[in-house]
């Protein structure tokens, strides 16, 4: 036997595995994503109603009205998006899976946006949404964090776990099942796109992905395994 027919069946084998961890990137982004938007429905049911408050000037309404239309079309968009996306395997389904998050980044924002003009207060600077859970909605600030014997780097937070890295506390991380594994953080396992396993995406590749997900301090001696590839969004 030749060389070449002995390498064929490895790189047939190679192939197979790259679809599987493709098929299996793609089914948790799904998965997280679909949650995302379950959180962003409720938040947005919860909007004030598009009346004039007492005092309220009308080109404040008109303007208020203005973002609550544009998250509610972010979200209807995110959840189209989540919907055409069904086959791993078809390209045009991977792009529409790599378009929601942005999508919906911005729809949190503009919740938030309409939240805040209700009240009365200024808007919240256009930031993407909490690093370490995105339902937390938009970030506030940007902090330098870093897993203990990690690298620091810069990543957009929410307020309230701004607030516990400011008291030395751990933040509110969204956490994934996996597997064995049991739950690891959601950035974890969320190193590249299932597209082409870049650095880009939202969801690493996993060749069997038993996804499950909840959110709560992760605990230090998590924090601790998390190797400096796994920090970047």
Not at 20 to 40: C, N, Q, W
Not at 67 to 90: I, K, N, W
Not at 128 to 148: I, K, M, Q, Y
Not at 203 to 212: E, G, I, Q, T, Y
């Amino acid at each position: 036997m030749s060389l070449l027919d002995r390498l064929l069946p490895s790189r047939r084998r190679a192939r197979e595995q790259e679809a599987l961890r493709r098929a299996g990137a793609f089914r948790l982004t799904r998965r997280l994503l679909t949650e995302d938007v379950t959180a962003l429905a409720s938040l947005l049911g919860a909007l004030p109603p598009l009346e004039r408050a007492e005092g309220e000037h009308e080109d404040d309404l008109r303007a208020r009205g203005d973002l609550t239309r544009r998250a509610l079309e972010g979200y209807d968009r995110a959840v189209a998006a989540l919907d055409g996306a069904v086959d791993p395997h078809v390209p045009e389904h991977v792009v529409l899976l790599d378009s929601a998050p942005a999508l919906l980044d911005d729809a949190r924002w503009a919740h938030a946006a309409a939240v805040a003009a209700a009240a009365g207060e200024p808007l919240p600077a256009r930031r993407g949404s909490c690093f370490f859970d995105p339902r937390h909605g938009p970030a506030s600030r940007s902090v330098s964090w870093a897993p203990e014997g990690g690298t620091p780097r810069e990543v957009d937070v929410c307020l309230a776990d701004a607030h516990r890295l400011d008291e030395d506390l751990a933040p509110d991380v969204r956490l994934v099942h996996v597997g064995g594994a049991g739950y690891v953080p959601w950035f974890q396992v969320a190193t590249g796109s299932p597209a082409a396993g870049t650095s880009s995406g939202w969801a690493s590749a996993l060749d069997a992905v038993d996804v499950d997900t909840r959110t709560h301090a992760v605990m230090d001696q998590t924090i601790q395994q998390l190797p400096n590839s796994t920090r970047s969004r």
